[in-house]
C-alpha cells in the first residue's frame, strides 16, 4: 500500500516536485527571517530533523534519481546553504548542530521506510 505512493505515474511525481521547490523555498525564506533568540532547544533540533524527514519523504515520492547520489546530497547541501546564509545574517546564527539535525532527519527517513519498510528497495 505505502510503496503505490513512491511509484506514481510522471504527471504526479511532477506535481509533486513543484510541491516540493515552493516548501524548499518557503522553508528559506522562513530560515532567513529574524526570529526571538530563545537559545540552543531540542525543540529546534526536533523541528530540523522533522522538517528534513518530510523534505525526504516529498522528494523521494517525486523523484526517480538515486537516493544515496541525489537526494542526500541535495537535501544535505540545502541545509548547509541555509545555515552558511543564517551567518551572513545579523538576527541568525550558523549553527553546526542544525545540519547535523537536518542530517538527522533524512537519515531517520531513510532508516523507516527504505530499511523498515522496506519501500523503494533497489535490488
Known amino acids: ?15 509533486l516536485m513543484q510541491l516540493f521547490l515552493v516548501l524548499l523555498g ?4 522562513v530560515a532567513l527571517l529574524p526570529s526571538p533568540d530563545t537559545g540552543v532547544k531540542l525543540n529546534d533540533k526536533l523541528m530540523h530533523a522533522s522538517a528534513f524527514f518530510a523534505y525526504a519523504v516529498l522528494l523521494d ?11 542526500v546530497p541535495l537535501l544535505i547541501g540545502y541545509g548547509a546553504l541555509i545555515e552558511v546564509l543564517q551567518f551572513f545574517m545579523p538576527w541568525r546564527t550558523f549553527s553546526l548542530l542544525d545540519l ?7 537519515m531517520l527517513y531513510w532508516l523507516v521506510f527504505r530499511i523498515a519498510l ?3 528497495v533497489v535490488v
Request: proline share 5%; net charge positive; aromatic share 10%.
Open 26 to 29: 518557503l522553508g528559506l525564506v
Open 100 to 106: 547535523v539535525a537536518d542530517a538527522g532527519g533524512v
Open 61 to 71: 515520492m517525486a523523484s526517480t534519481r538515486d537516493f544515496w547520489r541525489f537526494q
Open 1 to 15: 500500500m505505502l510503496a503505490s505512493l513512491f511509484n506514481l505515474p510522471a504527471p504526479k511525481r511532477r506535481l
Open 118 to 120: 522496506k519501500i523503494k
